[in-house]
């Protein structure tokens, strides 16, 4: 399931299901290792997605000073 891309929310929540599965100490080593790698490769997409969201708040704060200042001069 890790391959494809996910929004932010739906990572999150197989995120979450990944750490039940995990926590519950039922799955065997090798599909737990298998949930490891899909978890970690969620988490990358997630601070990606974060960061990318970040630099757009960034951004548009920066063009909503600007705006402000020129309406002052």
């Known amino acids: 399931m890790a391959a494809k891309k996910l929004k932010f929310e739906e990572a999150m929540s197989r995120l ?6 995990l926590e519950s100490g039922e799955e065997s080593l090798e599909n737990s290792m298998k949930l ?6 969620l988490s990358a ?3 990606e997605l974060l960061d990318k969201a970040e630099q757009q708040v960034t ?8 705006e402000r200042h020129e309406g002052e001069l």
């Open 36 to 41: 490891f790698e899909e978890g970690a490769k």
């Open 45 to 47: 997409q997630c601070y």
């Open 59 to 66: 951004e548009l704060t920066k063009i909503s000073q600007e």
């Open 16 to 21: 979450q299901e990944i750490v039940e599965k």
